[in-house]
């Protein structure tokens, strides 16, 4: 039977069953008895199978003592029970192919030894060779799942949102400009200077920055939609938290006000704990052992424990009675900076908080305007050790009120009359949250850089391979 490692060590297979197994070798060891411990993984669970390589075989010379990591190989042989430790079975093999040698055993970067992760950014293509790459790509799948599988439990649609738009979802200004133009006949404004303002087929165009207001349409008709999918950012921000393209997931939940919005984020965060914990024990171990000790037990508790819920304004109480120093200052009006966010999530509270109620200044111009006219229906939840990892709003469904919000960012009407048009015709209440899913993931597996969340980073300065 052809089999991945998986299956070959899950003990659903019988010992004595002759089985196919085809992957890369970690570690080649020899005997001295003379047989070869070969070691191969194919990436599907944390851990690599021993095939027991007789010298009996006949390219045991000519090929099987010349492998080395990364070698690509087919095993067949005998599915055993290991009396090594550590493993419950082997592979007793009995015919070894060797797909592809690696070329240069001395320079092929991935050595079986610890590298930083730094180092690992720099071979960001064969970095998904080693443990710690393998275990977050597993459960960065997990998630993705996850919230695929709960969010269609919970009655959602999902909706696939534009990458290129012309509007700017947050009013933020940091998109990324999407150009056609011929660099040897560029369009030019009366006086002469290059018209990027044209740049996209005779048209401006970006990047999408979120799919918000594209998943709204769709919300206001289907009534519990999302969007998940990539996302770009300009910002300049050379941060361990930030990418220039990260992916993000959007509910939109019409007929939905902000406490119904933070009670959907924090059922959604519990529910792809959860699936991590179930579904990637093994990889989860992992990062307990060589990571982060707590990064097992903090899931636990997230589960176990509601999470806190504080107004903007209480946030701002506690900050500035906590005797701490921050490098920013901290005074009701003013942004909660990431050292603020982490204050509250790990001092205070210890577990994820939901503040919610932010000054309508700060806060972007989909949002809808309070009672008290000073603070807008925004929500943000913090963890602990990494801050933000949503943001939401409920959103303003009132024409007028959105029309003086949007004077009031300078904002352009002309570009969201469509948007606009949700807010005519059957408008309702609703309400939705952007998670942005490397910083979940980051979170989830104990790293400390963004950048080790993502198969391919890209970054103000980086975008290679
Ligand atoms: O808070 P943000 O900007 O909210 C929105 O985009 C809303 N449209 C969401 C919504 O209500 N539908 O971004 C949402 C999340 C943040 O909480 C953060 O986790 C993540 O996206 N994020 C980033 N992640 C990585 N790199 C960046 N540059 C990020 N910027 C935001
Ligand atoms: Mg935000």
Not at 125 to 132: G, I, V, Y
Not at 145 to 167: C, E, K, M, Y
Not at 173 to 201: E, H, I, Y
Not at 266 to 279: D, M, P, R
Request: negative net charge; hydrophobic residues 40%.
């Amino acid at each position: 039977t052809l089999c991945s490692v998986k299956q070959a060590l899950s003990g659903a297979i019988q010992a004595g069953t002759k089985v196919t197994v085809r992957g890369w070798v970690r570690t080649r060891r020899d005997s001295k008895a003379g047989v070869s411990f070969v070691n191969v993984n194919d990436g599907s669970c944390f851990d690599s199978i021993q095939a027991v390589v007789p010298a009996t075989l006949p390219n045991f010379e000519s090929e099987v003592k010349h492998l080395t990591a990364g070698a690509s190989v087919i095993v067949t042989g005998t599915l055993a029970p290991s009396p090594g430790k550590g493993q419950a079975f082997e592979i007793q093999a009995e015919h070894v192919q060797v797909a592809g040698f690696v070329d240069d055993p001395e320079t092929y970067p991935i050595q079986p030894k610890q590298h930083s992760l730094e180092f690992l950014r720099e071979v960001a293509h064969l970095r998904p060779r080693t443990n710690l790459f393998g275990a977050v790509t597993r459960v960065r799948h997990t998630m993705m799942t996850a919230i695929h599988r709960h969010l269609t439990d919970q009655g959602f649609f999902w909706v696939n949102t534009p990458i290129i738009t012309t509007s700017d979802a947050e009013g933020a200004g940091d998109m990324f400009r999407v150009s056609t133009l011929d660099l040897a006949n560029l369009p030019r404004t009366p006086d002469g200077k290059v018209d990027f303002r044209k740049d996209f087929f005779g048209r401006e165009a970006f990047l999408t920055v979120s799919g918000q207001l594209n998943v709204e349409a769709y919300c206001l008709a289907m009534s519990k939609v999302y969007t998940f999918g990539p996302t770009f950012r300009a910002e300049k921000s050379n941060t361990p938290r930030h990418l220039a393209e990260f992916w993000m997931v959007e509910p939109e939940i019409a007929f939905a006000d902000l406490a119904a919005d933070a009670d959907c984020a924090e059922a959604f965060l519990k529910a792809i704990f959860t699936a991590v914990l179930t579904e990637r024990a093994g990889d989860m171990a992992f990062f307990a052992d060589r990571v982060l000790p707590e990064a097992i037990s903090r899931l636990e508790s997230f589960i176990a424990h509601p999470f806190e819920r504080l107004d903007y304004g209480e946030a701002i109480a506690i900050l500035q009675k906590s005797g701490q120093k921050f490098e920013f200052p901290v005074a009701w009006g003013a942004d909660l900076q990431t050292e603020h966010e982490r204050y509250l999530a790990e001092k205070h509270v210890g577990r994820p908080v939901v503040v919610m109620n932010y000054p309508e200044a700060i806060k972007a111009f989909y949002m809808r305007l309070n009672d008290d006219e000073k603070t807008v229906a925004a929500m943000d939840v913090l963890a602990p050790g990494i801050g933000e990892i949503i943001g939401g709003s409920q959103r303003e469904e009132r024409l007028d009120y959105l029309d003086r919000r949007m004077a009031k960012f300078g904002l352009d009407p002309s570009r969201y009359g469509w948007y606009r048009d949700l807010r005519r015709y059957g408008t309702v209440p609703h309400a939705g949250f952007g998670l942005g899913f490397e910083r979940l993931l980051v979170y989830v597996c104990g790293l400390s850089n963004i950048r080790d969340a993502i198969p391919f980073p890209r970054v103000a300065g980086s975008a290679d391979f």
